[in-house]
């Protein structure tokens, strides 16, 4: 009988230990945001509401934007309840990433709301999702993922200059090292060519981390960082057009081994808290598990990045300007 006993406590031990290894990094930050407003898009469910209830359980005013309001006021109503705090201040507020007239109004609306916003989380995000234009003539992961944040940081700089130290954490993943130069050009200047799906989510994810490193550049006489963050792999609704996780039998099958490999949403949310929380000042840097990490080479080249901006610019034309829109 003790060989049994022995035995459950090994393979209990290995689990476990796996399981801890897998959910990665956890925030140790304990500092407290006592009425600093937060911004986070795609507040609604996943990375998203589990980042909102952790930095309201540090006192912070979050504003949950969310193409679906409804599911927006159903975070709202979650959060508020795990809280059971009256003092924690909740706002929900409409925001399609795939029209840049949503982006526009919210931006305004909240230039009017508030005097000044501590930090902007570009959190949203789609993955293997049908491809097909937005109203403003993008493909829909691209705009969604990517070219729709880029819009709203640039929308609400004024609001994260007022703040003290203001910050933006555009939420990437290591999908970004799957991609090159080549799908990076392609993908940006053809918005109509069928492209596979993986490659067009891990070419927005390198447009962010890009976007991270130039903007710190352009920003780096101000009081705002910018940094690009690595949840890791997180159970999330992101999935919900991917084959193999959106058919029920096979996510049953895949259910034991993604119960050990796979992070919950409020593992996920652990780096992003990290980098709102964080004292190191550093900007324009890349994170995973609560730590400083090497992007890909392409990631981390400045001149890529640089040139890479001046052609997100191209491509919106007239439809945005940093002049005359902020």
């Given at each position: 009988m003790w060989k049994y006993a022995a035995g459950s406590v090994v393979v209990g031990t290995a689990l476990y230990g796996l399981i801890k290894y897998f959910a990665g990094g956890v925030c140790r930050c304990s500092a407290r945001l006592d009425g600093q407003v937060i911004v986070i898009t795609g507040a609604n469910s996943g990375i998203g509401k589990a980042l909102a209830l952790e930095l309201a359980k540090r006192g912070a005013t979050l504003?949950?934007?969310?193409?679906?309001?409804n599911k927006g006021l159903d975070a709202k109503t979650y959060i508020l309840r795990q809280l059971k705090n009256e003092n924690i201040k909740v706002f929900v507020k409409h925001l399609d990433l795939c029209s840049i007239s949503s982006i526009r109004k919210f931006s305004v609306n909240l230039i009017h709301e508030f005097s000044e916003i501590y930090a902007l989380v570009n959190n949203a995000a789609?993955?293997?999702h049908p491809q097909h234009l937005t109203e403003d003539e993008y493909e829909v992961t691209f705009q969604t993922n990517y070219l729709g944040h880029f819009i709203l940081t640039h929308h609400l700089q004024t609001l994260l200059k007022n703040s003290v130290h203001?910050?933006?954490v555009n939420v990437a993943s290591e999908a970004h090292r799957i991609v090159n130069v080549y799908d990076l050009n392609a993908v940006t200047k053809c918005q109509v060519e069928f492209r596979d799906h993986f490659i067009a989510y891990g070419v927005s994810k390198l447009a962010l981390i890009l976007f991270t490193r130039e903007l710190s550049k352009r920003l780096r006489n101000t009081?705002?960082?910018?940094?690009?963050?690595?949840?890791?792999?997180v159970e999330t609704s992101i999935f919900r057009n991917f084959p193999a996780l959106c058919n029920p039998w096979l996510y049953a099958l895949?259910?034991?081994?993604?119960?050990?490999?796979?992070?919950?949403?409020?593992?996920?949310?652990?780096t992003l808290l990290h980098a709102l929380l964080t004292t190191n000042r550093s900007t324009g840097q890349y994170y995973s598990d609560c730590k400083l990490a090497l992007p890909s080479p392409i990631a981390a080249n400045d001149k890529i990045a640089s040139e890479y901006y001046q052609l997100t610019l191209e491509i919106l034309a007239d439809k945005f300007n940093t002049e005359s829109d902020c």
């Open positions: 504003v949950l934007a969310c193409r679906d309001t789609v993955f293997y203001g910050r933006i009081n705002i960082i910018v940094n690009a963050v690595n949840p890791g792999n895949q259910w034991p081994i993604r119960l050990i490999i796979i992070k919950n949403p409020q593992q996920g949310a652990q």
